[in-house]
């Protein structure tokens, strides 16, 4: 599948997540371009601060991961969103290869942070990938954001080169 093909599936989890209120995230989990699992934010839902889309696809599927990346498969993850440090935190630890995700967040977006920690996390060497399908999911995040208010939008625009 194509990076389009899996941010579209990503998108539609978002979709999911916010016809049921819920922070408008997706994300997809493959292992050697083939799909294991997809997931969606469900904090609002579950009034927990823990299930992000990302994190929960970690959690469910830690073990498989584990054994995937010694085993020399290639791991990724998508996102519609960039995930925030507790989300990337959990992706380096689980030594994923790859993330790729649509928009860049303002607020709590933490992929840049990679060049600033320690050695151990430098050296897992993840490729990152970002802006794909920013525009289909950017209508999708400013439906929440009407509500809730959480970005300056004039300022995600900006940093997501829309302004
Ligand atoms: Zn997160």
């Given at each position: 599948?194509?990076?389009?093909?899996?941010?579209?599936?990503?998108?539609?989890?978002?979709?999911?997540?916010?016809?049921?209120?819920?922070?408008?995230?997706?994300?997809?989990?493959?292992?050697?371009?083939?799909?294991?699992?997809?997931?969606?934010?469900?904090?609002?839902?579950?009034?927990?601060?823990?299930?992000?889309?990302e994190n929960s696809l970690l959690i469910k599927h830690s073990?498989?991961i584990?054994?995937?990346?010694?085993?020399?498969?290639?791991?990724?993850i998508?996102?519609?969103?960039?995930?925030?440090?507790?989300c990337?935190?959990g992706i380096?630890q689980h030594?994923?290869?790859?993330?790729?995700?649509?928009?860049?967040?303002?607020?709590?977006?933490?992929?840049?942070?990679?060049?600033?920690?320690?050695?151990?996390?430098?050296?897992?060497?993840?490729?990152?990938?970002?802006?794909?399908?920013?525009?289909?999911?950017?209508?999708?995040?400013?439906?929440?954001?009407?509500?809730?208010?959480?970005?300056?939008?004039?300022?995600?625009?900006?940093?997501?080169?829309?302004?």
């Amino acid at each position: 599948m194509t990076d389009l093909e899996v941010m579209e599936i990503a998108i539609q989890e978002a979709k999911t997540a916010l016809s049921k209120s819920n922070f408008p995230v997706g994300a997809v989990l493959l292992i050697n371009k083939e799909i294991i699992d997809k997931s969606q934010n469900q904090n609002r839902e579950l009034g927990t601060l823990c299930f992000h889309a990302e994190n929960s696809l970690l959690i469910k599927h830690s073990s498989l991961i584990k054994q995937a990346v010694q085993g020399k498969d290639f791991v990724e993850i998508y996102s519609t969103l960039e995930p925030c440090l507790y989300c990337f935190a959990g992706i380096l630890q689980h030594n994923i290869h790859r993330l790729v995700f649509s928009v860049s967040d303002p607020n709590v977006g933490a992929s840049s942070i990679l060049p600033y920690l320690n050695d151990w996390y430098r050296k897992k060497n993840i490729t990152i990938e970002k802006n794909i399908l920013v525009d289909t999911y950017l209508p999708i995040l400013y439906e929440d954001n009407k509500r809730y208010n959480r970005y300056d939008w004039d300022k995600l625009l900006a940093l997501n080169n829309r302004k």
